[in-house]
């Protein structure tokens, strides 16, 4: 079939684009996940959508793709609802604590579900830290009982995702699935989505895409990408619950009064073992991820 009729509407420039309905895009992300078109078709595709960015209407249809062709992790009647841990970002200048927020919600007794992928050879990745911490990889179609983390990787939940974000690689820019895979839910059953943005314009559109898909979610500025509250302050974050948003904190300025006592190195042996030493109750947890774990719960209660 082709989407160089697609192409032609997205890719007229940043003021001459015209934006795709949801229908629209979940044809174009279909075809484009199912690795039916042309390489050249997939790399134009990636930078038309660069150059304009994605509305919510079209994020939500290649969101609508993206389920469609994913495998999902199974309801299991009994739990309580799967929080959802994207983590593509890995660790640049702070350690990155997403599994520390993992063990902390399971340790409340949520199932959680840690999915992603390297996406950059330079930045510290989770995977290289689960092995230490006990959290096992899995297939997406094996359920998670309460209490218990699975790691699952993007191959295993979506193929196609997977060889759209390995385009970073060759053309040296994000595309949209680097947004799609931190919006997605590959949960069949109650669940709920921590997504993070870094830098304040991906906000309202991240929202809205929420809204329009009437998400269970929470959305707040992460550490370096990942979906976990910066140690050292509290960022603002919002909340959904099938689609309504709330604030659950407001943006504050400056440091917090007392910060966390991070780890001097960023690799990770050294990261693994300060969040060993928080599990252990040697350290103590950073406050705002302590809130960020306070707020999920809450969340979830109302699912």
């Known amino acids: 079939?082709?989407?160089?009729?697609?192409?032609?509407?997205?890719?007229?420039?940043?003021?001459?684009?015209?934006?795709?309905?949801?229908?629209?895009?979940?044809?174009?992300?279909?075809?484009?996940?199912?690795?039916?078109?042309?390489?050249?078709?997939?790399?134009?595709?990636?930078?038309?959508?660069?150059?304009?960015?994605?509305?919510?209407?079209?994020?939500?249809?290649?969101?609508?793709?993206?389920?469609?062709?994913?495998?999902l992790v199974p309801a299991v009647p009994g739990t309580r609802p799967t929080v959802v841990l994207p983590s593509y970002n890995g660790a640049r200048k702070l350690p990155a604590l997403t599994p520390l927020l993992a063990l902390l919600l399971a340790r409340a007794g949520h199932p959680v579900l840690l999915h992603g992928m390297a996406t950059e050879s330079t930045r510290i990745h989770i995977?290289?830290?689960?092995?230490?911490?006990?959290?096992?990889?899995?297939?997406?179609?094996?359920p998670i009982a309460n209490g218990q983390i699975a790691f699952a990787s993007t191959a295993d939940i979506s193929p196609g995702l997977t060889r759209l974000l390995e385009v970073r690689r060759v053309i040296g820019l994000r595309n949209s699935a680097h947004s799609v895979a931190k919006l997605m839910n590959p949960c069949a059953g109650p669940s709920l989505v921590v997504a993070s943005y870094t830098h304040p314009e991906y906000l309202l559109s991240m929202a809205s895409t929420f809204t329009l898909v009437q998400a269970n979610a929470m959305l707040l500025r992460g550490t370096e990408g990942e979906p976990v509250a910066a140690p050292r302050r509290i960022p603002p974050m919002e909340g959904f619950v099938r689609g309504q948003q709330r604030v659950l904190e407001e943006v504050q300025r400056g440091p917090l009064a007392t910060t966390a006592d991070l780890p001097h190195a960023i690799d990770a042996d050294s990261t693994t073992h300060y969040i060993q030493a928080i599990m252990a109750g040697q350290q103590a947890v950073p406050v705002s991820i302590a809130r960020q774990v306070e707020h999920i719960l809450q969340l979830c209660s109302e699912l």
């Open 1 to 71: 079939m082709g989407i160089s009729h697609y192409i032609k509407e997205i890719g007229r420039g940043k003021k001459g684009a015209r934006s795709l309905n949801r229908e629209q895009a979940a044809d174009l992300f279909s075809q484009v996940l199912d690795g039916s078109i042309s390489d050249l078709e997939i790399g134009a595709f990636c930078i038309a959508m660069r150059i304009k960015g994605e509305t919510p209407e079209e994020m939500a249809g290649f969101l609508d793709a993206t389920r469609l062709r994913s495998n």
């Open 127 to 142: 995977q290289n830290m689960l092995p230490a911490l006990d959290i096992s990889a899995q297939a997406a179609t094996e």
